[in-house]
């Protein structure tokens, strides 16, 4: 078995809440894993040695379908938002009989840099708390080796050009098969959001109508990074079962210590960042429009289109 909706892209634009509301569905069956990244390019820094298409073939990655064989589920689903970034998932994929649906979720550029900017600093500990947001976009501007050599960090920039990376699905899948959304849509309305990509998908709406949305991946601030960086080097030495359960266990104790669930409040310094970054995004974001036919005007951009159409 093998899916038959793929959410592909992009990382920080609200994939993992989706696929959470999507796997609670009746008519939808999930990957084992949510983001099994079996499609993944030999050199991207993701790709995983014993569980990749190019060294184990399809056979690898209808294992994690395994569970979804005999559910009758109109939906078989995976996510592995960093798909949308590679070569080897639109080739592969477009290889399926019957083609997949491709989704895509877009996020504003600027936050969505910004996001992996404080996910980076917080929720992983990889860069110094008091590194600042303009200190960062500098160095991925530059290329400079203090960027955190974890999974994209290097290329938060230009992953958020996204028009830049659909021209290897949209030359494989028809129009018909490739959706796309806004992470801004997903945020300011849970249940409509959620009734729009089930219509989309041809299944019942009318589920998420009672349906307890929950928030998935949320970003925390640590207060101190040495105590959180020690935990999850602690955690990697464990293995998965165990971790899990110890992380679940110690969970309400650790945030009470080291976790600050005060609001987070941007600085002039940041604002002005996030201001720069909109204007050097601008022109990715016209062309994003023309190509998808998103109404793009909550970014500031113009074209603004019928959101989550296509033109033809």
Same mark, same amino acid.
């Given at each position: 078995?093998?899916?038959?909706?793929?959410?592909?892209?992009?990382?920080?634009?609200?994939?993992?809440?989706? !696929?959470?509301?999507?796997?609670?569905?009746? @008519?939808?069956?999930?990957? &084992?894993?949510?983001?099994?990244?079996?499609?993944?390019?030999?050199?991207?820094?993701? !790709?995983?040695?014993? &569980?990749?298409?190019?060294?184990?073939?399809?056979?690898?990655?209808? &294992?994690?379908?395994?569970?979804?064989?005999?559910?009758?589920?109109?939906?078989?689903? @995976?996510?592995?938002?960093?798909?949308?970034? *590679? +070569?080897?998932?639109? @080739?592969?994929?477009?290889?399926?009989?019957?083609?997949?649906?491709?989704?895509?979720? !877009?996020?504003?550029?600027?936050?969505?840099?910004? &996001?992996?900017?404080?996910?980076?600093?917080?929720?992983?500990?990889?860069?110094?708390?008091?590194?600042?947001?303009?200190?960062?976009? *500098?160095?991925?501007? %530059?290329?400079?080796?203090?960027?955190?050599?974890?999974?994209?960090?290097?290329?938060?920039?230009?992953?958020?050009?996204?028009?830049?990376?659909?021209?290897?699905?949209?030359?494989? /899948?028809?129009?018909?098969?490739?959706?796309?959304?806004?992470?801004?849509?997903? =945020?300011?309305?849970?249940?409509? /959001?959620?009734?729009?990509?089930?219509?989309?998908?041809?299944?019942?709406?009318?589920?998420?109508?009672?349906?307890? /949305?929950?928030?998935?991946?949320?970003?925390?601030?640590?207060?101190?990074?040495?105590?959180?960086?020690? +935990?999850?080097?602690?955690?990697?030495?464990?293995?998965?079962?165990?971790?899990? +359960?110890?992380?679940?266990?110690?969970?309400?104790?650790?945030?009470?210590?080291?976790?600050?669930?005060?609001?987070?409040?941007?600085?002039?310094?940041?604002? *002005?960042?996030?201001? @720069?970054?909109?204007?050097?995004?601008?022109?990715?974001?016209? =062309?994003?429009?023309?190509?998808?036919?998103?109404?793009?005007?909550?970014?500031?951009?113009?074209?603004?289109? %019928?959101?989550? *159409?296509?033109?033809?």
């Amino acid at each position: 078995m093998l899916p038959n909706v793929v959410i592909a892209g992009a990382p920080k634009c609200g994939t993992t809440s989706l !696929f959470a509301w999507l796997v609670a569905h009746p @008519e939808v069956c999930g990957s &084992s894993v949510k983001e099994p990244c079996y499609l993944l390019d030999r050199d991207d820094p993701l !790709f995983k040695v014993k &569980s990749n298409f190019a060294d184990h073939g399809l056979d690898g990655y209808r &294992s994690y379908f395994d569970g979804c064989r005999g559910t009758g589920a109109k939906v078989v689903l @995976e996510a592995t938002p960093v798909y949308i970034y *590679q +070569r080897t998932a639109p @080739e592969v994929l477009a290889g399926f009989d019957p083609v997949p649906q491709i989704v895509f979720l !877009f996020r504003r550029p600027s936050e969505r840099v910004y &996001s992996h900017f404080t996910f980076l600093r917080n929720s992983h500990a990889r860069i110094d708390s008091d590194m600042g947001f303009g200190d960062f976009v *500098q160095l991925v501007s %530059t290329a400079d080796e203090r960027v955190p050599k974890y999974g994209h960090a290097k290329d938060v920039i230009a992953h958020s050009r996204y028009v830049e990376h659909l021209p290897a699905w949209l030359e494989r /899948f028809p129009a018909t098969h490739v959706h796309y959304f806004l992470f801004e849509d997903l =945020r300011r309305d849970q249940r409509g /959001f959620a009734r729009m990509v089930a219509e989309r998908l041809g299944i019942d709406p009318s589920f998420y109508d009672s349906y307890t /949305f929950p928030r998935k991946n949320r970003t925390i601030r640590i207060r101190n990074q040495w105590v959180h960086r020690a +935990r999850r080097g602690i955690g990697a030495r464990l293995p998965a079962t165990t971790r899990k +359960r110890l992380k679940a266990a110690t969970a309400g104790a650790y945030a009470l210590v080291n976790v600050d669930r005060s609001p987070i409040r941007r600085t002039s310094e940041e604002e *002005q960042v996030l201001a @720069e970054l909109d204007e050097e995004f601008e022109p990715y974001n016209h =062309r994003l429009a023309e190509v998808t036919g998103l109404d793009l005007s909550a970014w500031g951009s113009a074209s603004p289109l %019928t959101t989550g *159409q296509r033109t033809s």
